[in-house]
Antibody, heavy 122, light 103 residues
Framework: QLQLQESGPGLVKPSETLSLTCTVS??????????WVWVRQPPGKGLEWIGS???????YYNSPLKSRVTISVDTSKNQFSLKVTSVTAADTAVYYC??????????????WGQGTLVTVSS | IVLTQSPGTLSLSPGERATLSCRAS???????LAWYQQKPGQAPRLLIY???SRATGIPDRFSGSGSGTDFTLTISRLEPEDFAMYYC?????FGQGTKLEIK
């Protein structure tokens, strides 16, 4: 059974860099047909896709965040990571890692981590 | 593409039928539309993909339909565990959600 687990600091100071890692177990991050993604959800608000990466390093970012976001993958550790630079209070959110299932018709987030709350505050 | 869900909040009783709407700002392929359920403190869960296919383990009281710009999630007979937030999704876009609450 595939499991995803986010890890990283729960508190980040304004202007600093938010760094999170997602560890995938019960399956290989190198499986074809899937991307690995980060999604965030500010408290009491909706879902926002941040970006996606596959095992070969092909990356897509959500345009509004693109200048501050870096997603990377480490297939040897079955992990992928997120960095968001120059954070502000607006980056406070629950951050989810998830698997994106690619089909001929569409892409679906079919497995999710439990999420980790990251608060930006001094 | 902007996805707009309605209503924002739906108040119903267990046993009733729920109809949730998702409207796209332009026509989309029905095979690209998905629905998710999210309960408080939990991650979203994939319910419906390709507009009408149920994900693994999803009860058959959940059904999806629609095409073009208008899509619907229907819960035929509400169970207590169905009261939650529901989101539609198309590629990198999510709707703002519909809260299904107990009346």
């Amino acid at each position: 059974q595939l499991q995803l687990q986010e890890s990283g600091p729960g508190l980040v100071k304004p202007s600093e860099t938010l760094s999170l890692t997602c560890t995938v177990s019960g399956g290989s991050i190198s499986s074809s047909g899937y991307y690995w993604v980060w999604v965030r959800q500010p408290p009491g608000k909706g879902l926002e896709w941040i970006g996606s990466i596959n095992y070969s390093g092909k990356i897509y970012y959500n345009s509004p965040l693109k200048s501050r976001v870096t997603i990377s993958v480490d297939t040897s550790k079955n992990q992928f990571s997120l960095k968001v630079t120059s954070v502000t209070a607006a980056d406070t959110a629950v951050y989810y890692c998830a698997r994106l299932w690619q089909t001929a018709g569409g892409n679906y987030f079919d497995n999710w981590g439990q999420g980790t709350l990251v608060t930006v505050s001094s | 593409i902007v996805l707009t869900q309605s209503p924002g909040t739906l108040s119903l009783s267990p046993g009733e039928r729920a109809t949730l709407s998702c409207r796209a700002s332009q026509s989309v392929s029905s095979s690209s539309l998905a629905w998710y359920q999210q309960k408080p403190g939990q991650a979203p869960r994939l319910l419906i993909y390709g507009a009408s296919s149920r994900a693994t383990g999803i009860p058959d009281r959940f059904s999806g339909s629609g095409s073009g710009t208008d899509f619907t999630l229907t819960i035929s007979r509400l169970e207590p565990e169905d009261f939650a937030m529901y989101y539609c999704q198309q590629y990198g876009s999510f709707g703002q959600g519909t809260k299904l609450e107990i009346k």
